[in-house]
């Protein structure tokens, strides 16, 4: 079966500072793959080129077999490549509701004949139901300024589905969660996006979430990816212990396996 998205050897250059360097990579329908790297590695270069927000110097972005290089994000968008933000994108001064049937009414129309779409009553039966499944709809009548962080991530990431993407690309999702508050998220998340069949990438710096969420791991450094492997062999490799995570994470776990012995 042939990729659902492919980098071929797309590099990105700010000047005389190279942002990513000659980045190769398929990505096969349903993988959940984590991105980790230290800050400025180029994770977010990397998920800004596949989404349209930076082209690449050089190199070329192929979806579904087609060139995406060159397209703007609408355009990507609309061919089923979507993404949240590590600062979620909502409007502060609606309700959880009328947040979700705004962009159920971008996604079915354009420019100022969305009002005429945001009535539709089968606009209002998909509201309903993103509600339930994103674990929401305690909060459907609630401003998003007063939703706490994570009930505001879960309503971002549900905004992004509602154009059914192909592709899902989340920047941290579990940034700014308690600890207590981020596996049920994620558990949340990642039921409703194997429910809508939906290949996952996402940016992540907490490593217990890709040890237990992804089955593949994309480690960057210095704009370059130093390891593809499951989470199992990735978090063990040399130089991701070296660049990415350190040694506290993997002596916090040689503790925790001493205590338990």
């Known amino acids: 079966m042939s990729p659902i998205l492919e980098a071929r050897g797309i590099s990105k250059n700010f000047g005389a500072v190279t942002a990513a360097k000659d980045v190769n990579v398929a990505i096969s329908q349903d993988e959940v793959v984590g991105i980790i790297g230290a800050n400025g590695a180029g994770k977010t270069t990397f ?7 930076l082209k690449p110097t050089s190199g ?11 397209l703007e994000p609408r355009q990507i968008t609309r061919l089923g ?31 100022f004949s969305v009002l005429r779409y945001m009535k539709r009553p089968d606009l209002e039966t998909q509201c309903e139901a993103l509600l339930t499944r994103y674990g929401i709809g305690d909060y459907r009548d609630h401003l998003a300024s007063s939703l706490p962080q994570g009930v505001r991530k879960l309503l971002d990431i549900a905004m992004a589905m509602v154009a059914r993407p192909r592709i899902l690309l989340l920047d941290e999702p579990t940034s700014g969660i308690s600890t207590d508050e981020k596996f049920g998220l994620m558990d949340t998340v990642m039921s409703a996006l194997r429910e809508e069949k939906v290949t996952v990438l996402f940016v992540e710096h907490d490593m217990e979430i890709v040890e237990r969420y992804v089955g593949r791991v994309l480690a960057f450094y210095q704009g370059e990816i130093i390891c593809d492997a ?12 070296e660049f990415v995570i350190g040694e506290e994470h993997h002596r916090r776990d040689d503790a925790e396996g001493n205590a338990d012995a």
């Open 81 to 111: 490549i979507c993404r949240s933000f590590q600062v979620p994108q909502v409007f502060m001064t609606e309700t959880v509701y009328e947040n979700l049937l705004t962009a159920l009414g971008i996604a079915a129309a354009t420019g």
């Open 60 to 70: 070329q972005i192929v979806f579904e077999g087609r060139d995406i290089t060159q």
């Open 230 to 241: 499951p989470p199992a062999e990735a978090l063990v490799d040399p130089k991701v212990k």
């Open 47 to 53: 998920v800004n080129m596949v989404t349209g927000y």
